[in-house]
């Protein structure tokens, strides 16, 4: 593990990145950085949380997400000429199907300027989870543009059949624990960066009732003002402290309970903070438009709040207790 | 890492948190049987105040209630931390808190940090050991959010205090023998400038105690009506007019590491429900989740009071969210166990006080308006209105 002095440099080279590099480059000049081989080592924290806190904070059009979830399910690969379909918006399990001789691919996956020279894709199988990999047989079928509420977040949703043959499929409980495993680590990724737009979407408005005057005083100053920010810092704090947490923790449910609470906190921000910035916050020049784009398009993936909220609740009931996590 | 030896009990185990979990994990499953009366405590409130005191006498002796204080106060030493450790493994394990246990988080380290050290020397083992029963004396009909506004007077009379006015909403007043007060002693209009704290015992001349009953039916609420009462100036908590720094301390306490004392019960709570209906995934999960939330930022106050520093305005984070937890799984437990309330038995009384004392949890120790107040003022920096 690295010392203080080091963590400070890491963060402040990929926080650098991210801020300055121009979209298209970007992820070349992590790959330069060496942040694939931080992911793959010990300090994967340090290099995931660097990365996404950077990603919600400048609203980048590109994102390293899926590189997270391969090197979960493909380590041995060239993270950088790969990509991931992940489940569609809302899930947490493969909603593309493999039978026989076609692989159907439904999800959502990030646009890439190049055509990745490989896709991996989780799928089901009769009802089995696998992992389907290789390349894509023809020119066309990859999008080349994101669109949607968001399509600066370079992510686009995908819905295309391909011959399955050339495909290599792992399947049985290797793949079932690369999955959960990738899913858990994408849903850190996804915690951080979502905590961190939720608190850009804070200081944004803080800021606006601290200047902004009516009936001659700061609206800042009014109760009513204060406590809805106020819900939004508890909210902010918590998904912070839950992400941090959710690397303590061998217990997947960690990782998904960091995601229903930075999906909670960039939701009450969404709402509380565009409440309080009033009509100025409802312009196109405005950046706040921007962090609740971002915020409402990743919230669903890899399982919404609501989803995930479902599955901690059935596994803490079929357990009959709840995970002891968080310990002292 | 030291490792103590206790005179009057065996314990001896090296002062961390890991250590002091697997040892008293170990001596819970060893002393089941002895242990299994107090797994359910129904009935009277003397009754459970009984059976109460006989838990804590039992898990004094053996020492784990003197981990986590100082050897100036008859403790073994090591931080709050491992205070939190015991209260959370005993409620794991299925038992209730004993009946000193709030007192403990929340009062007591403001005796250990501001009292003479000869009066946390004799009060605090007394406390521990479940002799003595402490109250908290702040609230006053006209002051209550707002503490600058008490007004029972302390008058100086030379060695002594003479102490005139009223107090309300004191939990267990009546079953309590000392009282943790904050009394005026500069001028009416000196708000928190001018109050001090004390250390009364609840027999003193001139107090009287007139309990009664809270929403949930039980006795627990008192006035108390002070007529020249005396007290001796040892008893002061602190320096003269420095009291606001004492209540403000006790509601740090009040609100984080008593915070995390309430989730290691809202824990076995949770589970509990589980085995009384059948709730619904989505809410458990939503429940959980607030319980989670709960430990997250306790768990970051008792890191920071485990430090020596104070726990600050974000104790109130936790504030809001024990309250925010607490109602989300009462009122899951009246969506699952609506049964419990048509019924008159026992067992199922805990159901009903619970649910009703959930109510409280946004008023007490600061209403959530209050935490709110300070969390957008004091770690947002908002302008204060005019
Ligand atoms: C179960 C229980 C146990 C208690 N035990 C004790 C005890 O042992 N010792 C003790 O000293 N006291 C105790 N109390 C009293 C408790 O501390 C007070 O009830 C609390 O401080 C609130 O004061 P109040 O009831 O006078 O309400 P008020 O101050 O009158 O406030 C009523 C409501 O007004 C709103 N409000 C008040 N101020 C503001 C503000 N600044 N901004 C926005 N809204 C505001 C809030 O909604 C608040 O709930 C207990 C109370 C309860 C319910």
Redesign the interface.
């Known amino acids: 593990m690295m010392d203080d002095e080091s963590t400070r440099l890491v963060w402040q080279s990929i926080a650098g990145i991210v801020a300055q590099s121009p979209p298209e480059q970007a992820l070349g000049e992590l790959r330069e950085f060496g942040w694939a081989e931080l992911l793959l080592s010990e300090d994967s924290q340090l290099a995931t949380e660097a990365l996404f806190s950077a990603q919600g904070r400048h609203v980048v059009p590109w994102t390293g997400l899926d590189k997270v979830l391969l090197a979960h399910l493909r380590p041995d690969d060239d993270l950088w000429t790969a990509t991931v379909v992940l489940p569609s918006a809302g899930h947490d399990v493969p909603t593309s199907m493999l039978s026989g001789s076609t692989l159907r691919i439904t999800g959502v996956t990030a646009v890439r300027a190049t055509r990745p020279a490989l896709i991996v894709v989780p799928a089901l199988e009769d009802g089995e989870l696998v992992i389907a990999s290789g390349r894509l047989p023809t020119d066309g079928v990859w999008p080349e543009h994101a669109g949607g509420l968001d399509p600066a977040s370079g992510w686009t949703s995908l819905d295309v059949a391909i011959p399955a043959g050339e495909l290599l499929v792992t399947r049985g409980t290797q793949a079932a624990s690369a999955w959960a495993a990738a899913a858990a680590a994408g849903q850190r990724a996804l915690a951080h960066e979502l905590a961190s737009l939720a608190e850009s979407m804070?200081e944004l408005a803080?800021e606006h009732?601290?200047s902004r005057k009516q009936f001659g005083?700061?609206i800042?100053?009014?109760?009513a003002?204060?406590?809805r920010?106020?819900?939004v810092?508890?909210w902010v704090?918590?998904a912070k402290?839950?992400a941090e947490?959710a690397w303590e923790e061998s217990d997947p449910r960690a990782s998904a309970?960091a995601k229903?609470?930075a999906g909670?906190a960039a939701r009450t921000a969404i709402k509380n903070c565009q409440q309080v910035l009033g009509g100025m916050g409802f312009t196109w020049e405005h950046q706040f438009h921007r962090l609740l784009r971002r915020a409402s398009v990743l919230e669903p993936l890899l399982g919404g709040a609501?989803h995930?909220?479902?599955?901690?609740?059935?596994s803490?009931?079929a357990a009959?207790?709840?995970p002891?996590?968080?310990?002292? | 890492m030291t490792v103590v030896a206790s005179h009057e009990s065996e314990l001896e185990v090296e002062l961390t948190v890991d250590a002091v979990r697997a040892a008293f994990r170990a001596w819970l499953t060893d002393n089941a049987a002895t242990m299994d009366e107090f797994r359910s405590i129904t009935g009277e409130l003397d009754e459970v105040f009984a059976k109460l005191c006989t838990l804590q006498r039992l898990l004094f002796n053996a020492g784990w209630l003197r981990l986590g204080w100082p050897a100036r106060v008859s403790g073994l030493g090591g931080t709050i931390l491992l205070r939190g450790v015991i209260v959370e493994e005993l409620a794991a394990a299925g038992y209730p808190p004993p009946f000193s246990f709030t007192a403990m988080e929340v009062l007591a380290p403001a005796v250990v940090d501001h009292a003479t050290p000869e009066l946390s020397a004799e009060m605090i083992p007394r406390l521990l050991r479940g002799d003595d029963f402490w109250c908290q004396g702040f609230s006053e009909p006209g002051a209550g959010s707002d503490l600058g506004a008490i007004s029972t007077r302390a008058v100086d009379d030379g060695d002594n205090w003479r102490v005139t006015g009223q107090k309300l909403w004191t939990s267990w007043a009546s079953y309590s023998n000392r009282c943790l007060l904050i009394v005026r002693t500069g001028a009416q209009d000196s708000a928190h400038r001018g109050l001090t704290a004390l250390f009364v015992d609840m027999d003193t001349p001139g107090l009287t105690v007139r309990p009664y009953v809270s929403m949930t039916g039980d006795a627990e609420f008192a006035e108390l009506f002070f007529d020249d009462a005396i007290v001796p100036k040892s008893r002061t908590l602190g320096v003269v007019d420095g009291g606001w720094n004492v209540a403000m301390s006790i509601l740090g306490y009040e609100r984080g590491a008593a915070a995390w004392q309430r989730q290691a019960w809202m824990m076995a709570r949770l589970n509990d429900l589980l085995r009384a209906g059948k709730p619904s995934a989505r809410s458990v999960g939503e429940t959980y989740e607030m319980i989670h939330a709960l430990r997250l930022s306790s768990r970051r106050t008792m890191r920071v009071l485990g430090g020596g520093a104070p726990a600050g305005p974000a104790a109130s984070i936790d504030k809001l969210m024990l309250s925010t937890a607490e109602q989300s799984l009462f009122d899951l437990a009246l969506a699952t166990v609506p049964d419990v309330l048509f019924a008159d038995d026992a067992e199922t009384q805990n159901w009903r006080r619970d649910i009703l004392y959930s109510r409280a949890a946004s008023i007490y120790g600061g209403a959530a308006e209050v935490q709110r107040n300070i969390i957008a003022q004091r770690l947002l920096n908002l302008p204060r209105a005019r």
């Open positions: 804070l803080a009732v601290t005083v700061p800042g100053s009014f109760q003002v204060q406590h920010l106020a819900d810092k508890v704090e918590l402290l839950a947490n309970l229903i609470l909670r609501e995930l909220r479902e599955r901690v609740g059935a803490i009931i009959g207790s709840g002891r996590l968080v310990m002292l």
